[in-house]
């Protein structure tokens, strides 16, 4: 099973989650170029950069069809592999989907990410620090931009494979339409929420969320 | 001489530059002013179109070498910078309609009509040259070949041309050379402008130029075309005649005849072709998002004005504005932005050249008859073969206009020699009486209807 | 040893470095054997060196050949008797992106820039044994020192020589008298006005110039005729490749560094083109050859001269107003 951090992020946050998956399952949470400890460039890559990225990743690692777990920004990542390699792509969990397409704007979105962190446990902020002092400002605003551009909405049709949009309850980065709308648009899809949980379900609700990713590895 | 230009690479007077540009300050409410690169000014355009013409050739020249690239820079031109440099010049979107492929004027004003931004497959960059004889074509062509292929090399998703034409460019090329970059692949700034910026279930409309030239290639997707579409026709760039022999005489030439290059393929025209390749790409791209593709194929890069006068006849009939006033434009003297305001209908000419003269001639001859003709002319910076007088038009469009005809925004005496000419069509067309608010963009749909409803047949032109 | 009446064979003869050379060597009253490619330019050079004051025997040599250069040294010795000074000067260059540069191109420089000077000396060598002296002047290049960019082959060349000449010096002197009466000195020049850039094998695409500042072949000229007169183990030919070499010690990265951009900037062309060309590598160039390229050594020679001087009385002038 592979993890797809969001932006801004590595793989750190996927600890918890990967710790109530294990022994069962081999949970491989890699740093895409730029993010954690993969270099990348100053200016970011776009998302086609990025899911190129861990396309070619998937394929020289024979990782073709794994489960993939995505959070936020993540699962643009994953849902634009459909487009050009969807011979790679498996069974996904979509956690958390970006961009809400109703409230595209930096400042809707920057908003909400600040709303959200009074949903989020205190130590996922001083983890969260780090990454982001290994991103640098520069890098993830301008990738930033580059996902806010990026129609996944037009994409979603795309994913032949199952999938699960799983939402925390209390998640103001993606309102319950959004992540209704994104299940519908998927062809296999379906919408799982959680109660009391905010957008990084990775962090706050690993167990909820591995239940989902075993459910997908056995289908 | 320090290179003043928003792009680092992009040539100011190149088509496809100007289409972008134009396009992209229309949609920000703004006129395309002195080439969208300086001021339109008749004062300032007199200034510069005073000194003697000897000085003023001299002029054109130095325009030339001020948009060459160093040679040692060469190795830094970056086809996907231009293209990323493209759809920086639109807003966000979303658009309904993309065109997309060649350039061509008439083009510009149906994509101006319809709202939609312009993605040129072909763009020019123009690399200094001091040192080959502009009719000494082998010699250019050998002198150039390596760095036509470093570009090339550097740039896989697109066919490097070399271009020389010692007839219309002559001035340029004494300082310059032509690399034209023709993208065979859509490319990440393109594809994602597409993904991002077109409406869902919007038209993508591909404008397909079928001109062909001959050519030789000097390398992998590298290729040296001599001559260009202008006022000579292709054979006479290599079988030459008396006509040539007159023009290298008058120009001083060493030489009275020019022997290019043994050609070995016709291939797309440098500057206004279409090369199919890009076609599976954008084709690919629509399937993927469900986009409309319409593909306008024209045999030649003006086939399309007619079409497109006829159109916005219709159009400003449909909407009420009086639709009795043709402006004929030339070249990349262009501006949508005062041709949309001023409620006239637009004939786009390719060059100020024979061609371009007798299609104004057969549209006039067969269009219902228009009260006003307004006409501007290009200056090229010289007398090349082809070049039509101004007599000549004042006569064509005098005996076709009901009312009025008139040559606008040419400084007559100058002509073609206008230094100034840049700078004096905008400030002619923004002169002209009658102004309405822009009337809120047509859709493809209406293209559908207008053609089905014309008697007219536009043989040379396909929409499909 | 005396210039006058000694016997010098001068390769590459033909134009630029090798031909001022010969003809200064002339001028000193010394007999000169000719060795280069292009006979008819030869015939000329031994005129003007007969006119100059001294003897001169043309030998039509390709050095990458090596019975060729026997050959060359059996004719000197035939007509002269002995063989005093010999001066490896033929050189080639090329100008090319590294992968852009055919590779028996690539070797034909090595082979002419180096194993030509290794046929040189040991054409010579047996012969000064037996006299029990003689002088071997290798012409290498500030750019054996500083390397360009583009040159790679001809940069190689010129370090190997450097190192060639070392190592044959060393032999030398361990090898005891007379051996020792052997000289072997390395001559530095900087960029010379000669038509060495007009006929080089060139794959940049650019076209190349000489890189300022540029000296006259017969400041090199002199400076060889110097050496052979009082030898020394390495000689720099202009205050720009001294400056370099010594830049070079104390800065290499620095050095390197702005040797790139500067070639970059001013020794191809940025505004003229050039088609893809093998040059003289394989074949000679035509015509009768020329000491000076069109690139105004002298002249500019000068005018850096009077104007470091008009600075130079600047400054006085300045400092002595001061001190009143």
């Known amino acids: 099973m592979v993890c797809i951090h969001g932006l801004g992020c590595s793989h750190r946050y996927f600890l918890p989650f990967a710790q109530s998956l294990a022994p069962a399952a081999r949970v491989v949470a890699p740093d895409l170029p730029g993010f954690g400890r993969t270099k990348g460039p100053l200016d970011g890559l776009d998302v086609r950069g990025l899911s190129r990225a861990l396309a070619d990743w998937l394929r020289v690692t024979g990782r073709r069809g794994v489960v993939l777990v995505a959070n936020s920004t993540g699962c643009q990542v994953v849902v634009d592999m459909a487009v050009h390699a969807p011979d790679v792509l498996g069974p996904v969990v979509l956690n958390g989907p970006t961009m809400d397409r109703h409230a595209r704007s930096a400042a809707r979105q920057g908003a909400r990410l600040v709303m959200n962190g009074l949903f989020e446990r205190p130590s996922l902020g001083l983890l969260l620090a780090r990454d982001y002092i290994d991103c640098g400002p520069r890098r993830y605003f301008a990738t930033f931009a580059h ?18 949009v799983a939402r925390g ?37 690993p167990g909820e969320l591995a239940q989902m990713a075993r459910e997908l590895l056995e289908c | 001489m320090p290179r003043v230009r928003a792009a680092r690479f992009v040539t100011d007077f190149d088509s496809s530059v100007n289409m972008v540009r134009a396009l992209g300050r229309l949609f920000e409410g703004k006129d395309h002013s002195g080439l969208s690169m300086g001021p339109g000014s008749r004062r300032l355009a007199n200034l510069v179109s005073s000194p003697p013409r000897a000085l003023r050739r001299l002029g ?42 060649s350039c061509t004027g008439a083009g510009l004003h149906l994509a101006a009509a319809l709202g939609a931004p312009f993605l040129p497959q072909t763009t020019l960059v123009a690399v200094r040259d001091f040192a080959t004889h502009p009719d000494d074509a082998v010699g250019a062509m050998h002198a ?18 070399h271009m020389h034409d010692p007839a219309q460019d002559r001035p340029m090329l004494q300082a310059m050379a032509y690399m034209r ?39 992998e997707r590298a290729h040296f075309q001599f001559g260009a579409l202008g006022g000579v026709a292709e054979e006479e760039y290599h079988d030459n005649g008396a006509r040539i022999a007159e023009y290298l005489e008058a120009e001083g030439s060493p030489r009275r005849k020019w022997e290019p290059p043994e050609p070995d393929a016709r291939r797309a025209e440098a500057e206004w072709g279409w090369d199919p390749a890009l076609g599976e790409d954008v084709e690919r791209l629509a399937r993927r998002y469900g986009y409309r593709l319409q593909r306008l194929v024209m045999e030649e890069p003006q086939d399309l004005s007619a079409l497109v006068a006829d159109f916005h006849r219709w159009w400003y009939r449909r909407i009420g504005v009086p639709s009795g006033r043709l402006l004929v434009e030339s070249y990349v003297q ?49 007398w090349s073969p082809g070049v039509v007088p ?42 002209l009486p009658f102004r309405h608010p822009i009337p809120p963009p047509v859709t493809v749909d209406d293209i559908d209807v207008f053609l089905e409803n014309s008697r007219k047949d536009y043989a040379r032109v396909r929409w499909v | 040893m005396r210039v006058k009446d000694s016997i010098v064979v001068v390769t590459g003869a033909s134009s630029g470095i090798g031909r001022a050379t010969a003809l200064a060597f002339a001028g000193g009253r010394a007999a000169v054997v000719l060795a280069a490619r292009r006979e008819q330019a030869l015939d000329e050079v031994a005129r003007e060196c007969e006119a100059a004051g001294g003897q001169a025997l043309a030998v039509p040599t390709d050095v990458t050949d090596p019975k060729a250069v026997d050959e060359l040294a059996r004719r000197a010795v035939e007509r002269f008797g002995r063989i005093d000074v010999w001066v490896n000067n033929a050189a080639l260059t090329l100008f090319a992106p590294f992968l852009d540069a055919p590779l028996e191109d690539f ?9 030509g000077y290794v046929h040189g000396a040991r054409a010579a060598l047996p012969q000064m044994k037996e006299q029990g002296a003689g002088a071997i002047v290798n012409v290498s290049s500030i750019a054996g020192v500083v390397p360009q960019p583009y040159t790679h082959a001809y940069c190689m060349s010129k370090a190997a020589i450097r190192a060639f000449s070392a190592s044959l010096r060393q032999e030398l002197m361990l090898e005891g008298s007379p051996s020792r009466n052997i000289k072997v000195v390395s001559v530095l020049p900087g960029t010379i006005d000669t038509p060495f850039f007009d006929y080089t094998a060139n794959y940049t695409g650019r076209e190349a110039k000489a890189m300022p500042p540029v000296y006259s072949p017969e400041r090199v000229a002199r400076t060889i005729v110097n050496l052979v007169r009082v030898p020394r183990r390495e000689v720099t030919v202009g205050p720009m490749a001294r400056n370099l070499a010594m830049q070079a010690k104390m800065t290499p990265g620095l050095v390197e560094k702005m040797m790139a951009l500067q070639v970059d900037k001013t020794h191809l062309s940025r505004t003229k083109p050039a088609p893809a060309t093998e040059g003289n590598l394989h074949e000679p160039a035509s015509g009768s050859g020329s000491v000076h390229g069109r690139w105004n050594g002298k002249r500019r020679t000068a005018i850096r001269r009077a104007m470091s001087g008009t600075a130079l009385a600047g400054v006085v002038t300045v400092v002595r107003r001061r001190r009143r």
């Open chain 2, 60 to 101: 054109f020249v130095g325009m030339g070498a001020s948009q060459g690239i160093p040679l040692d820079r060469a190795r830094f031109i970056d086809a996907e910078e231009i293209a990323r440099w493209v759809t920086q010049q639109y807003g966000l979107g979303p658009f309904d309609t993309v065109v997309i492929g």
């Open chain 1, 169 to 205: 309850r209390r998640d103001p980065i993606v309102p319950h339409e959004w992540a209704a709308e994104v299940a519908e648009l998927l062809p296999s899809g379906r919408l799982v929420e959680v109660r009391g949980a905010g957008h990084t379900l990775n962090y706050s609700a």
């Open chain 1, 147 to 164: 996902k806010l551009a990026d129609p996944i909405e037009r994409k979603l049709h795309l994913v032949a494979s199952p999938a699960i």
């Open chain 3, 107 to 115: 070797r034909r420089v090595l082979d002419v820039n180096v194993m």
């Open chain 2, 181 to 219: 970059l023709k993208r065979l692949r859509l490319g990440r700034a393109y594809e994602r402008f597409l993904e991002e910026r077109l409406a869902p279930g919007g038209t993508i409309i591909q404008l397909e130029c079928e001109r062909t030239w001959r050519t030789r290639a000097v390398g």
């Open chain 2, 390 to 431: 101004l007599e000549k038009w004042r006569e064509l469009i005098k005996s076709k206009a009901r009312e009025h005809a008139e040559i606008i925004g040419v400084d007559e005496k100058a002509y073609p020699l206008d230094t100034g000419s840049t700078m004096r069509y905008q400030p002619a067309f923004e002169a």
């Open chain 2, 334 to 382: 262009w501006d949508p932005y005062w041709v949309l305001r001023l409620g006239v209908v637009p004939f786009w000419l390719r060059f100020n050249m024979q061609p371009s003269y007798e299609d104004l001639q057969t549209y006039l001859n067969h269009a219902e008859p228009y009260d006003d003709i307004y006409l501007n002319l290009f200056s090229q910076g010289l």
């Open chain 2, 144 to 161: 150039l070949a390596p760095t036509v292929r470093l570009i090339a090399r550097n740039n896989p998703e697109v066919s490097v041309y």
